[in-house]
């Protein structure tokens, strides 16, 4: 078959790596791609952002099967633009990606489907002076989340009332994130280590959770600094083995999937749980309607079942394969570029890419990357590269991620030193 990836991180270059690994993938065609998925496949330019522009190129090219990676098409309606057109996507639909497209409309449906979760309460333009008085009732640590998507930086975690207030009047007044921030979720903050778990829904019966990771929120070592999409990852995750997978499934996963399906609202591609593990028992913090970015680089090494396979019986809305993992670790580490999430600064020249992917159980997956017409790679972007390694525990990947990362340099070049370093 023919697979198109839509997409352009480090999540769709990891995507494009298995499909083209898959005996039944003939070609991957990535839109629009980047360098690291070039060496994969043709890429083509589109703004993934337009269901229409996509549903076309979709046609030109006789996709057999779209994978969707990021977020923002996804609640656009690119997949009902391409089933439109009777082809496959692997995704949620628009009416299911608002899941993570309205904050308050998934807390809605968690409490509706009895899913644990931090209390909370949402908050529009006109109600700025409700919302700095429900912080009021809040004991210790405020956490204020834009209503709309806001690429994982929407979110302020903080034990200061200050803080907490100064964020509610800048989301509200647009200052900050424009529309997104107009509508706001404030909650109680919970403590606890997290797991992301991915779980592949076919829109029916089938739902199979995948291998649990866990992400690195902040941008400093020690969990310091603001929030980011994601600074690295590992997986497997020693708090969450298969019993604790099993609960998570029972208690949030499959009672979110009837309550969606109550609201005749079909659930098919990837359902992410963004998970707390707190001293009162695991609660959801968040759903995303597609594979996390970076987990995905750590879940999808360690697959040994065909994630091509998967992708098309999900599309079809019947998942049959057995899903498979190897017992191996797989650690990613984000290198990212100077200013970033602030202001990240492009342009800089990338050395050291080869010799790190000389490295045994190496991957590099890009990100933030293009290549310049005299064959530089410079930055581009926030989040640069993915160094991923696998390896027999997470210790020895972890291990081999950061030598391969050592390899690598451009100016202001930035990472974690303490990915997976407490698994
Ligand atoms: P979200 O985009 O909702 O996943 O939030 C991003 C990150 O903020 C999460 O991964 C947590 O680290 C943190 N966070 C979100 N909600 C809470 C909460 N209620 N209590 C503590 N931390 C939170
Ligand atoms: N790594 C967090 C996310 O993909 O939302």
């Known amino acids: 078959m023919r697979i198109l990836v839509l997409g352009s991180g480090g999540r769709e270059h990891a995507l494009a790596w298995a499909f083209a690994r898959s005996p039944d993938v003939d070609e991957v065609v990535c839109a629009p791609g980047n360098p690291g998925m070039a060496t994969l496949g043709r890429c083509v330019p589109v703004d993934v952002t337009d269901p229409h522009a996509v549903a076309q190129l979709v046609d030109d090219l006789d996709a057999d099967l779209t994978v969707v990676g990021a977020e923002v098409p996804l609640v656009a309606g690119v997949v009902d633009a391409i089933e ?51 912080l009021e009732t809040l004991s210790g640590l405020y956490v204020v989340k834009t209503d709309g998507l806001a690429a994982g930086k929407g979110v302020v975690v903080t034990d200061s009332l200050a803080d907490a207030r100064a964020a509610v009047r800048e989301y509200l007044s647009g200052a900050a994130f424009g529309d997104a921030g107009r509508r706001l979720v404030i909650e109680e903050g919970l403590t606890g280590p997290e797991v992301s778990l991915l779980v592949l829904c076919d829109g029916g019966e089938g739902a199979v959770p995948l291998a649990p990771a866990q992400d690195f929120k902040r941008i400093g070592d020690g969990d310091t600094g603001p929030n980011t999409g994601g600074m690295g990852a590992y997986s497997p995750v020693p708090v969450a083995p298969e ?47 597609r594979f996390g970015d970076p987990e995905c680089e750590v879940v999808v090494p360690r697959l040994t079942s065909d994630l091509a396979v998967h992708c098309l019986e999900a599309a079809r809305g019947r998942l049959e394969s057995p899903v498979r993992f190897s017992d191996a670790a797989c650690v990613t580490v984000v290198l990212a570029s100077e200013g970033y999430p602030a202001s990240p600064r492009s342009g800089d020249v990338i050395t050291g890419v080869e010799a790190a992917e000389a490295h045994d159980g190496v991957l590099v997956f890009h990100a933030g990357t293009k290549r310049d017409d005299d064959g530089a790679l410079r930055t581009a972007g926030g989040r640069v590269l993915n160094v ?31 990915i997976a370093a407490s698994a």
């Open 388 to 418: 991923t390694a696998v390896g027999s525990t997470v210790a020895d990947a972890r291990d081999r991620a950061y030598a391969a990362c050592a390899e690598i340099s451009w100016p202001g070049m930035q990472y974690r030193r303490d």
């Open 243 to 289: 019993a604790m997978v099993q609960e998570l499934m029972r208690t949030a996963v499959t009672p979110t999937l009837a309550e969606l399906g109550r609201r005749g609202v079909e659930y098919r591609g990837i359902l992410y749980a963004g998970l707390m593990l707190t001293p009162d028992g695991p609660k959801v913090i968040e759903y995303n309607v």
């Open 84 to 134: 439109a057109r009777g082809r496959l996507a692997f995704g949620p639909r628009a009416a299911a990606a608002h899941l993570e497209g309205s904050k308050a409309w998934m807390k809605e449906v968690l409490a509706a489907a009895g899913v644990p979760t931090a209390g909370h309460a949402a908050f529009g333009a006109g109600d700025e002076e409700q919302a700095l008085a429900y």
